[in-house]
């Protein structure tokens, strides 16, 4: 079992950042694939981004390319995402995932965990 807390999340205005943290417990962290969706009212969950266990590997979505970048520190059991030059479309609950996997993965029905969300909000 892996249990995962998002946190960073708040409203901030058109052209900001923001800095999403994922802390997970439970099984070996580095164990996992991990990726970032987000979800806004209406409309289905959206792939973001995902790294690999090693964090040598990413794949982010052309939405957010060149904006949002993932990251992890194995270390601290932890996955960010950073996210940059944000619109007011970005406005969404965002979540972190885990997937036993060893490669990154862009479809949420193959993680196997998933946090509890967190808002972001983005002004115009």
């Known amino acids: 079992q892996v249990q995962l807390v998002e946190s960073g999340g708040g409203l901030v205005q058109a052209g900001g950042s923001l800095r999403l943290s994922c802390v997970a417990s439970g099984r070996t962290f580095s164990s996992y694939t991990m990726g970032w969706f987000r979800q806004a009212p209406g409309k289905e969950r959206e792939f973001v981004a995902t790294i690999d266990r090693s964090g040598g590997s990413t794949y982010t979505a052309d939405s957010v390319k060149g904006r949002f970048a993932i990251s992890r520190d194995n270390a601290k059991s932890t996955v960010y995402l950073q996210m940059n030059s944000l619109k007011p479309e970005d406005t969404a609950v965002y979540y972190c995932?885990?997937?036993?996997?060893?490669?990154?993965?862009?479809?949420?029905?193959?993680?196997?965990?998933w946090g509890q969300g967190t808002q972001v909000t983005v002004s115009s």
């Open positions: 995932a885990a997937a036993n996997r060893r490669f990154t993965v862009v479809v949420a029905r193959s993680y196997d965990y």
